[in-house]
């Protein structure tokens, strides 16, 4: 694959390199924003590794294109994030982290944005954007937007069940001025109003919260379409000491452009194809779903802060990319695999004797871990289960699965053959309660329930078993040569 040298510069450069290479289909007639695009890209998304991006030139109601299924396949994914393969971007990450003396987890992420630093990450501030091209200030109005819905139970009886998808959220820490950014789903209610849906283990909802406290109305701006690796950062679980834009300029290796709001102090990407700027009253709470969610189910309806439209900027010609979430494989499932690859180096920074995480795409991510480890003492697979409960969203993991280090977890068969083989259910699960994701319904509280973990390593003495571990099968190196060569002579291709 010949990649791109620079940076993408904006959204529009990223569906040009798409186009070249063949990676992406017009479809010219006219198609409506609701649920039909939604089906279109669903049946793409399912077709042999991901199908093509998809550019809707003609959107019912709306002047406005629609670019769907940008990420949705390795290929595209490893485009969008200038790499080869997605386990690349791991080397570069642990490079970064070895410019640094050898510390823990937490000291080295503290450590990140120096590092960042260092190699001219930071984004830079610029006075002009192509995002306010034009400013709607007067009478700001979404309905203009080919803002999609994606499923039939979406939303509420009240409206039309639009939703914007690939949102990035800008916020700032209003004691520090921190700034964060998180793709949160907005749910369109009307014309200026929108649910603002951050799950309370969030970087944004933990800024609401202190707004909240000094009773102080808080700014916001909805930033859609971006440069791919802008894109991919908002749904990065970073720390909330490292902002995503720091991240996304170390992914792309240029600076973000950052263009101050109209309205408010909040930063955007200057290139962003469309901004929402606006606010949330402290404690102004509303129905917010039901959504078609990523777990292939509806996640249910629930009260979440309301967003104010204040102003909307946006590019003469803007281009609106959505995703479709729904039965995994989706887009997302894509982003997840670019997460998974960025975050082993991090966490093994604490768990060295972790060589490798699958999280298989059917566990949508917090449903199923799979984990290969160097086990070197009795108890060391439970060690980890316990560790990685404890670390940012693994948290959320409702099942972490141990394998010893010659099991290549990336081959789900193979792994779920040996964990089923190996597993003595009394003496190898852990199971514990603790905090779960929003999403999962399957608890009989939200967001809290029980996990499991299953230590599938080989057992010792020291573990109880009093049995010698039997050998796996392979045949000997001899016989396999001999069959190599005479592969032919038997008659075989
Ligand atoms: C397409 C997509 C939609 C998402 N929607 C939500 C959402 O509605 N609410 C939420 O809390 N997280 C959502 N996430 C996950 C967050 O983006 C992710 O947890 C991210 O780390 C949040 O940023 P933060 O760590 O700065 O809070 C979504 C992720 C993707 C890829
Ligand atoms: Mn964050």
New binding site residues.
Partial sequence: MVLCLMAYKDLRNFIAVLEKKGLLQRVAVEVDPLLEISEITDRMCKSPKGGKALFFEKIKGSAYPVITNLFGSFERMALALEVERLDDIAGRIEALLNQAPPKTFFEKLALLPTLFEFSNYLPRKVRRGPCQEVIEQGDPDLSKFPIIKCWPGDGQPTDEGRFI??PMVFTKDPERGHP??????IHVYDKTTTGM???I??????HYDRYKALGKKMPAAIAVGSDPAVIYA???????SID?MLFAGFLRREPVEMVKCITSDIEVPANSELVIEGYLEPGEMRIEGP?GD?TGFYSSADYYPVFHVSCITHRKDMIYPA?I?GKPPM??CY??KATERVFLPLIRLDFPEIRDINLPMEGVFHNAALISIKKSYPGHAKKIIHGLWGKG?MMFAKLLIIVDSDVDVQNVSYTAWRVLNNVDWKRDVVIAEGPLD?LDHAASWPRYGSKMGIDATRKTREEGMMRDWPEELFMSEEIRKLVDRRWREYGFD
């Fill in positions: 998808t690939f964060n950014c998180g793709m949160y789903r849906h951050w799950h283990h969030k970087d944004g909802a933990r908002a749904s990065a679980p970073l720390p909330e995503e959504f990523h995703t979430v887009e997302d982003m997840g969203q929003d």
